[in-house]
């Protein structure tokens, strides 16, 4: 099945409640998937569309899935770990297109959704701490925090574009320097975030 597009996503979350939107749904796989390997994503689209995503439900009661919809949210799952694993960085997150209605600040806010979403997915995954991981990832988590707190401000739109592009390649590269160092540890320091390095005030 081909990649939903965000519109489709964002369809199928409406009618299970729209308890999330689309892009911290994304975060939340990217962040479970970075922390798990042994995920799999008919497990995670059952998870996501019963509203079971810590498994407190896994030996109680059981919440129908459609199979169409389950479907969709599997193939967004194997496209993930696809970009994930792309030598060339294919890897995007998923967020809308901006548009006249929401514009910039729409943008920023469903980047700082993204963020939150990555951030409860590593801890869906079991990172409780990130004590044992490098000073990059570290910094680059708390940095995540800050940017899931962040709010519009109202200046050029020319700067305000520029920042938002490199803020979104920021969390990109940062994402796939966890995503290696968590699921390949041994390897060491990974230099993907560095080159995108921003710094916060």
Known sequence: MQAPSYDQVATLLSVYGDAMSVPECHGVLCGMVSADPGLDGNGWAVRMLSGDLDGALAN?????VDEAD???LRALFDDTL????DAELAFQLLLPDEDEDEGLEGSLAALAD???G???GLSLGGVKSFDACT???QEFCGDLVEISHITFDAGDEGDNETALFEIVEYVRMGTLMVYEELS???AGRSPRAS??????H
């Open 60 to 64: 109680g009661a059981v919440v129908a």
């Open 70 to 72: 389950k479907a969709v």
């Open 82 to 85: 696809l970009q994930m694993n």
């Open 114 to 116: 993204w963020c939150e």
């Open 118 to 120: 990555y951030l409860y």
């Open 135 to 137: 000073p990059e990832v």
């Open 184 to 186: 390949n540890p041994s």
């Open 195 to 200: 080159e995108h390095k921003i710094t916060f």
